[in-house]
């Protein structure tokens, strides 16, 4: 029997908002993997704390509904404890790019098998109207009224040279490319990083910018690296240049969860080991 | 009673803390127990670290001023500790370095001689420490061999050159007594979270809980335990609550600073109730203080760490069996309450090493916690009568498990509804009556010294060493508390019966155990504080003794 996805939870996101998108791709795309006999019980969702966070309450399957930027670790912990669950974060890029940035370059770093999807509204939502670390330069904020003064970051570069083994970017309104690119994120092994462009219907409405400059990848090899680098760079961020959606690097590598030991020492085998180190300290 | 203090100094880089190790467990070979106290600055090279080491044939868990052997590697070491020294003390040195009274030995000619490097000068001169405490060689020799994996035939040679150089001056005798495993503090520590189940450690390196990271993550392959070193401590404490989410039973380790950034996922440790169990080992604040000395400074900061209300045990061991026993204990408590457990050291115990005798510590094991016994839906936050809801863990056979850190509702999901955010914070406390209970059945408050005295010394952490020695000899009781929340009201006021005058000892400037305390009605006389990072010695802490009961 295949479960019910949606949970009874009200919903409070603003009409039109992008998260409604990314909430009912991904449970398309967990209703998938249960037809294809994958359990969904050996799925972890980890949320940060944004309007994204709430598709930990949305969503029926587990989840950690953890602290503003802390998804990764979160998550890096329950690879790392048990390498048989999927687990997926889905983060803000305030939460992300700003609180939780050191995280992301680690994870990438140690090519941990999980999989982050950060719902990139470039603005902050839920405290109303700030600019984040991929809003444009000279964005008019609430905490930067007469225009941002910074550069945006390029996430996917920063992803790039960290060493992640799977970068992506997608965007709310390509629902079908949207789907295909978490599946694809998800059954990727290894750090998987998905950045996702979503309108925020209240503060940052890019609709119609964002839909007469995206472009899906063609002819572009995900195995090359520098080619995968020239397309990042594309577009900054900032400026009016076209958008491509796509994989544009993957690679593989060994990942981080799968050099720890496995199983549980037993109780009686434990106190023998204990008392072998004793006895070497005597 | 038998008794010898063995102070061996030099430069950092020369070898000292293990020289330190070494004569302390020949001393052990010899039947005595040893305690061993080790003093460094915070550099690589230079400066000048020394190790006294004591031997006794009662047990002991503190270092005093008076030494019986001074082994110089430096100048500097005769010069610093020329004031512990009487007519008897018999004084070893490098010849080639150092101009002294005493038995010069040329052991950097010796070691060249040898083809050894220059770390061994120190094999040197415990080798003339052993004839000159009239040990015999073959003590000497096993000792060595377990205690130098490397080029042990070239350091036995130069062991023995220094031997054979001296005379026998202050025969130190062998005892028939049991031979005890050595440990610092954090290794007990490290081995009690093992016996009580520990899975994974998660830890970034900071004095003095680096060595328990240094020991876990040198064991994980005899223990089968996953040992991470992340990014920082904000993931350290966020890692393992993800661990623990996943059924790990799983420990943190930090000092002061580190704790500072994992306080966020304490207070959503608070929240969530996904247990984790933290050992803080103190060192000199503020800020970056003194990172290498010791301190009791964090206390009110470990009780009232974290934004929001929230139960926690804060317990505080102050002896290798202690450390043991009790850090098993935290483990345990923390998985049956889901609530944060904090080992609450000092660098004096952490680093210090201690003979252990196992037959001390109460066995305690891996106790089970309350799990789910099915009945769909699982409700993570389900409401009971102690306010701790059965743990399950994923995968779960079709039910989801969600952990939330806004307030929540008995599945996980968010809430803001007034009626359900009080009976939340509510279920929260309630925990901590049932901890309470708990604790009270455990013995949490320990008492030595002469237990009728009406003059007692109020103490936590290592101060229990010292404070022991001093009440002894001088016909106090000694009360410590090992649990400092949640308070053990009933086993304090058990202990302080009869007690008419009370002084604390404390290693911080405010006296912050005698603070919590007074914050309960109990009223402290005298407080013996000391706040310039060293630990007591015995005849430090006599002589304040005496003068505040004078």
Redesign the interface.
Known sequence: MS?RLI?D?KNTWCPGCGNFSIQHTLKDVLAGMEEEGR?L??V?L?TG?GCHG?M??YL????????HG?TI??????????PD?SVICCAGDGDAYAEGL??M??AAKRNIDITLIVHDNRVYGLTTGQYTPTSPLNFHGRSTPAGSLEKPFNPLELALVSGSTFIARAYTRKLDHLRSTLREAIDHRGFSFVDVLQICATYYNMTESYNARVYELEDHDPADFNAACAKMREWDYSSDAAIALGTFYRTSAPTFDEE??K???G?EE??G??A??????? | MNDYSILIGGKAGEGINKAGSVIARIL?HLGYFQYMYYDYPSLIRGGHNFAIVRASTRRIGTHRNAIDFLLALDQNTVDTHRWRCDAETVVLFNANKVEAEGMGIPIEDIVDEEGGSSVMVNTGLIGAFGRAAGIPWDTMEAVLTLEIPKKIETNLRIARRGYDTVEEQNPIPPQEKT?????TGNEAIG?GL??A?L??Y?AYPMTPSSSLLHFLAG????????V?H???E???M???????????R?AVGTSGGGFCLMS??LS?AGM?EVPVVIVMGQRGGPSTGIPTYTAQGDLHFILNAGQGEFPRFVISPGNAEQAYEWSARALNLSWKYQAPSFILVDKTLAEGTYS?D?EIPEPV??EGEPRWEGGSPYHRYADTESGVSPLAT?????????????H?DEH???IEDPVLVAWLNEKHMRKEEAMLDQIETLSPVVTAGKRSAETALLCWGSNIGVCTEVAEEAGLRVIQPLVLSPFPVQAFNAALEDVTTLVAVEDNLTGQLTRLVEGLGCCVDDAILRYDGRPFSLEELREHVEEVIA
């Open positions: 479960r949970t939870a359990s019980d050996n972890v980890v704390i709430k930990a309450d029926n399957i587990n989840s950690f509904y953890a602290i802390r670790p979160v998550a890096t912990g329950i690879k790392i404890a048990n669950l050191t995280h370059i680690f720890f030991s199983g549980r020492q109780d434990r106190k080991a204990i072998a180190l004793l006895d070497q300290r005597v | 052990s031979t005890h495993p050595i440990l081995l093992l016996e189940g899975e994974a998660v064991s994980a392959g005899d223990f089968g335990i996953k991470i992340p990014e920082n904000i993931a350290v966020l890692m393992a609550q993800g661990c623990a989410y996943a059924g790990a799983t966020e996922g959503m969530t252990f196992r094991g891996r994923v995968p779960l056979g079709g039910e989801v498990i969600k952990v939330n850190s806004y929540h996980g999901t968010t």
